[in-house]
């Protein structure tokens, strides 16, 4: 059944939904049971939030020039593009991207990591290599590895799916495996892929054999994806799209009545297996909102109403342009995604003409059972991405166990990885020091794949260029709400 802007507005009226707190002057408000906002007076006072008790303190330069972290956290090199090598013999692929682990066999801890290479394979120095069986489209460079961490401390690593384009966020299911998306539709004959792309492929990291011979699951959409998480109570699946010209859309699939879940039960599916929907968003008084960025304050609250995609596979309009103006919410830069707490975290990431204010990211909550998407972190502006401190551009997320998410910053300058507590404050966790450019224009590279082991102990997490998955550990603790 439909929610209603009215039956909305009513429920807004007896909750307080859709109202946020006003700010202080230059900085962006900070709501009840918001998770974080970025003050322009405060952010980056590493001081400040160590007297509140957020956070692990200041960043230390790292000597080795990789890495800055928290006094008393370490960290270890897991695979490096180029110089460490897959069981084939092979080089580790370049540019890390979206990660999630998973409990292996006798203790082991396993890790799907994808590659965002898009485009012909004659491009990138490390493509993910074409292992037999494993090929979906043998002029693609993307895929994904899995990789094996051991108790006693070695790695193995190896090809979990090769020939497909710009593996992105993705996102793991309830049931162990690994949805990995392809941020990239080109058709075959377009930059020389042979196959179409734009689609989601599972990958199971504890059973090779069920990854031969790799099938695009048609039915979540041909688009540029994003990430996808599962809606381990209801079955659906929530995916976004980064896009623009215009802007994305963030999606929802209904499974077809009586299906199971489970390892490999996707590929039983048909390719118009299924609903596919994109949001239609109202605001408390009953007015549509016709994009995300349109929120100026942690707290803001806005219905959902599904609308059904006409043409999921894209044969002749992007998904994205199949609907007019007025009949869909979009998003600008729609990307990563995490499910937890009831439901779904999405980044949307800055936004600058489309917003009435200005800003640097966005994260919201998507509630399935009140089906609304509350505003959950806003950043402000970063007035000098070139110094250290201010955060900005999220991208890929995770929910910590230690309260609050995580994000992995793919902005302007120095880049993090940052945490934002349930309360309303960010801190620091780590600082990209690999200079991948020169000393007179010093470039680093995003932070992607931000995730935690399956324990709670270790963070994981890339730096994409060149491409090197880390490891972090140190003394994590409960963060406060205050």
Known sequence: MSLTRRDFARHSAITGAGVALAGSVGALATAPNALASYDTDSAGDETADARHGVGYGPLVPDPEG????????????????????????????????????FDGPRGTTLLVNNHELKGPRAGWKYPVPLTEGLVYDPAAAGGCTVVEVRPDGRVAEWVGIAGTSTNCAGGSTPWGTWLTCEENSDKAGVNGMTKDH???FEVDPCDRRANRAPKPLKFFGR?????????????????????DEPNGLFYRWTPPKGFAYGPGKFRELADDAGVLQAPKCFDSGGTFVDDLSRATKTGTVYGVDWVDVPDRDARITPVRKQFADGEVTRARKLEGMWWGDGGAY???????????????GQVWFYDPKRRTLTLKVLLGVNPDPSKDGAFDGP???????????????????VSH???????????????????????????FSEFAGVTFSPDGKTLYASIQDPGILLAITGPWKRQKRS
């Open 66 to 101: 990789i890495l800055a972290l928290p006094a008393g956290f370490t960290y270890r090199i897991i695979t490096y593009s180029g110089k460490t090598k897959l069981e084939s013999g092979e080089p580790t692929p370049s540019n890390h991207d979206g990660t999630a682990t």
């Open 346 to 360: 999405i980044v949307s990431s800055y936004a600058r003409e489309e917003s009435p204010v200005r800003h640097d």
């Open 417 to 443: 990885l940052f945490g934002a507590t349930e309360s309303g404050r960010t801190y620091p966790i780590a600082r990209n020091d690999l200079n991948v450019g020169t000393e007179e224009e010093p470039e």
């Open 395 to 413: 991208d890929n997320i995770t929910v910590s166990p230690y309260g609050g998410i995580v994000l992995a910053e793919d902005g302007e300058g």
């Open 223 to 243: 688009y540029d994806h994003e990430a996808v998480v599962i809606d381990p109570r209801r079955g659906h699946a929530y995916l976004t799209e980064d896009d």
């Open 198 to 200: 734009g689609y989601v």
